[in-house]
């Protein structure tokens, strides 16, 4: 049934809000590191944030899509309902102690002074040791969200990312004025208290891990194509980065990593404004039990809005660049306004393209959603290092816009083949 006007302004608003207040966090702790640190130790800290998201992904298996669906598809059967989540904690934690033995022999036996150039290697070791409760801390916050989405707790759901933005901005400013942490081990550890919250809050609406752990059932079947959905892309992704990252320093030096690093983040910033109002609009709401006349009459204008969403955004920070780069960085890394025009081309694209994604995740067509993430990171991967021959510095750019081009005309025809129960 096609949503209303009224209902999807509710909605954009509501998520909009949340969403905004997320993106002042990660504005205030991107613009605390950057009045902190030179650009080849802002790269270093974004090489840092890709281990702890590849960690993040395995510990967690990246179920978070899987716990907003599987919760929206069974919240009418409390029984059924809570041997879901059993088996997702079970999984999950099963994941944790894997993540955790391999973090500490990466710890101890890894290149860190490769990985993490111009940091001691006692400090990148406490930092990594740092990051082991920080990951199950930011798992513990995003699986309390997600519950909340799937549980249509829009409230709660708000609730949990606003004070955990707050708290990780107060704890990451503190840090770095009072210089009690390296800036590494500040990033590891900002989520830590700020889960405690988020426990609490999404117990009282049902979502007890005691109650959980008492039910008779323990289902994780359902499980499996979450986790390999999620797994892929989150593990993939940040090897990527860091494939493009050490390329662009070895061609350019650590100073243009630092630069392109800053490029990189304007798009993260966008697409967590997307990703998120789009997960809470569009997961909960693909079911394959919609007919494919229902489906489309939601789908279409929806991915039109959009579309002329992504447009107005990204217009918006093209003509704003300079300024832009001056709020969110320093005046060290004004060159990356030079760099943002191609990147933006790949953003306007993103947003549809996750769009679409979350179509295939929701419906659960898991080989599809894998043959497409895996193709889209070697394409990135790839055209980074054909792009740089070709148009210098400007090639990880390039090859990002190009490869979110393909990425949204694939899943649109893939999108366009799905079977649905009736016509």
């Not at 041997?83 to 999984?91: A, E, K, P, Q, S």
């Not at 979450?226 to 030096?253: K, Q």
């Not at 005309?409 to 649905?420: A, H, N």
Request: proline share 4%.
């Amino acid at each position: 049934m096609m949503p209303s006007d009224l209902k999807f302004a509710k909605l954009f608003a509501g998520s909009g809000a949340v969403t905004l207040f997320n993106a002042l966090r990660a504005f205030a702790i991107n613009k605390l590191l950057a009045i902190f640190l030179p650009p080849a130790a802002f790269a270093c800290v974004g090489q840092f944030l890709n281990l702890m998201s590849i960690g993040s992904a395995t510990s967690s298996l990246a179920l978070q899509n899987g716990w907003t669906a599987l919760t929206a598809q069974n919240k009418g059967n409390r029984e059924k309902l809570l041997g879901i989540w059993r088996g997702g904690l079970r999984l999950t934690t099963f994941a944790s102690l894997l993540t955790f033995v391999v973090a500490l022999l990466f710890c101890f036996m890894a290149p860190l002074e490769s990985l993490l150039p111009g940091v001691p290697t006692r400090l990148a070791q406490a930092a990594i040791l740092f990051a082991l409760p920080g990951v199950f801390a930011t798992n513990i916050i995003s699986i309390s969200a997600a519950v909340m989405n799937g549980l249509g707790e829009n409230r709660k759901w708000a609730l949990i990312n606003m004070v955990t933005s707050v708290w990780q901005v107060l704890w990451v400013a503190f840090f770095l004025y009072t210089g009690r942490l390296s800036v590494l081990s500040i990033i590891a550890t900002q989520s830590v208290v700020a889960a405690i919250f988020a426990i609490q809050i999404s117990s009282r609406a049902g979502f007890s891990v005691k109650q959980i752990w008492k039910t008779a059932l323990d289902t994780r079947g359902p499980w499996l194509s979450y986790a390999l959905m999620g797994l892929v892309p989150m593990v993939l992704s940040p090897l990527v980065l860091t494939v493009m990252r050490m390329t662009v320093a070895s061609n350019f030096g650590n100073d243009a990593a630092g630069i392109w690093q800053s490029v990189w983040k304007v798009s993260d910033f966008l697409f967590m404004a997307m990703s998120a109002i789009l997960t809470v609009i569009i997961l909960p709401r693909v079911s394959s039990k919609m007919s494919r006349v229902d489906f489309f009459r939601m789908f279409h204008p929806l991915l039109f809005r959009i579309m002329g969403i992504s447009l107005a955004m990204v217009a918006a920070l093209y003509f704003g660049r300079g300024i832009l780069v001056q709020v969110l960085f320093s005046q060290a890394y004004m060159g990356a306004v030079d760099y943002l025009p191609l990147q933006l081309v790949g953003d306007f694209f993103r947003a549809g393209g996750f769009a679409l994604a979350l179509v295939l995740i929701a419906r659960t067509e898991t080989k599809s959603f894998l043959a497409v993430e895996i193709a889209s990171e070697i394409l990135l991967a790839v055209g980074t290092f054909v792009g740089i021959k070709l148009v210098e510095f400007n090639g990880p750019m390039a090859a990002y816009a190009f490869e979110n081009f393909v990425y949204f005309v694939v899943l649109y025809i893939l999108v366009r083949r799905l079977k649905w129960n009736t016509p």
